[in-house]
């Protein structure tokens, strides 16, 4: 059984070899950002060879001790998915990323907590449907299972000029919001693991995110719930979901 040092060294030689890979899969990300540059085929196709490479290159951030580089990748795919329109996708925005991710490969280091945060806040945020940059109000994180309502929400959000990140799985956000700090999330009632309400307990009881502003997204009246804070707000599905949620949403860029 090999001892610590020679685990540290097989992890060491692990995590050098996935860094080399995504080097290589980012030489593919660039010729398809130059197909876009240049406008050589479909748009739609390019960004999805783009997303396919980012995609893999996420998986493996985090086991080998670089989450910044997943985090990068989700706030791409992010990108893309409350841009919509893959013609609306802005050359620059995707290089920006990719920068990101070229940076760690190249120091082969994993930035400080605080260079983490900053370079994730200053990522560009999702096109507006014009294809004019979404100037960012307040940053969002949105905590809700992958389907059609995600992503109506996430792109209504773009085109408001806040800024959106995804998450699907509790765990993962939560790590997310430590990093990111945002302004307000909103959590669907339904989630694989938990209830919407227990996630937002568990988001309030950290003391750097207790202060932020939350939402549940639910089919039913939740706001009777005992569990739930009096200061967390409904947003309902049905007829009055979009007032409820510019209602809330416009709350928080109003402290």
């Known amino acids: 059984m090999p001892d610590d040092a020679d685990f540290e060294m097989m992890m060491q030689a692990l995590a050098g070899d996935f860094l080399d890979e995504c080097a290589d899969k980012l030489m593919q990300v660039e010729e398809n950002l130059d197909n876009l540059r240049n406008e050589a085929g479909?748009?739609?196709?390019?960004?999805?060879?783009?997303?396919?490479?980012?995609?893999?290159?996420?998986?493996?951030?985090?086991?080998?001790?670089?989450?910044?580089?997943?985090?990068?990748?989700?706030?791409?795919?992010?990108?893309?998915?409350?841009t919509s329109d893959p013609n609306n996708v802005d050359v620059t925005d995707l290089q920006i990323f990719i920068d990101g991710i070229s940076s760690i490969i190249h120091e082969r280091k994993e930035p400080s907590e605080d260079e983490q945060e900053m370079l994730l806040k200053s990522l560009p945020s999702g096109r507006k449907q014009s294809g004019g940059t979404s100037i960012a109000k307040a940053v969002g994180l949105l905590i809700i299972p992958?389907?059609?309502?995600?992503?109506?929400?996430?792109?209504?959000?773009?085109?408001?000029?806040?800024?959106?990140t995804l998450e699907s799985e509790p765990v993962a956000a939560i790590d997310t919001a430590l990093v990111l700090k945002?302004?307000?999330?909103?959590?669907?009632?339904?989630?694989?693991?938990?209830?919407?309400?227990?996630?937002?307990?568990?988001?309030?009881?950290?003391?750097?995110?207790?202060?932020?502003?939350?939402?549940?997204?639910?089919?039913?009246?939740?706001?009777?719930?005992?569990?739930?804070?009096?200061?967390?707000?409904?947003?309902?599905?049905?007829?009055?979901?979009?007032?409820?949620?510019?209602?809330?949403?416009?709350?928080?860029?109003?402290?």
């Open 42 to 82: 479909r748009p739609g196709d390019s960004i999805l060879r783009i997303k396919r490479d980012v995609h893999s290159i996420k998986g493996g951030g985090t086991p080998y001790g670089f989450p910044t580089i997943s985090k990068l990748c989700h706030g791409l795919e992010d990108y893309i998915e409350t």
């Open 146 to 164: 992958k389907n059609l309502q995600r992503k109506v929400i996430s792109q209504e959000l773009a085109q408001l000029g806040f800024k959106v």
């Open 182 to 255: 945002p302004d307000f999330v909103i959590v669907s009632m339904i989630n694989e693991r938990l209830t919407g309400i227990e996630i937002v307990n568990m988001f309030m009881a950290a003391k750097v995110l207790s202060s932020k502003f939350y939402a549940i997204l639910s089919a039913d009246d939740v706001k009777q719930s005992p569990e739930l804070p009096n200061n967390v707000s409904l947003i309902k599905k049905g007829r009055d979901f979009s007032r409820d949620l510019l209602t809330f949403v416009h709350q928080t860029c109003e402290t």
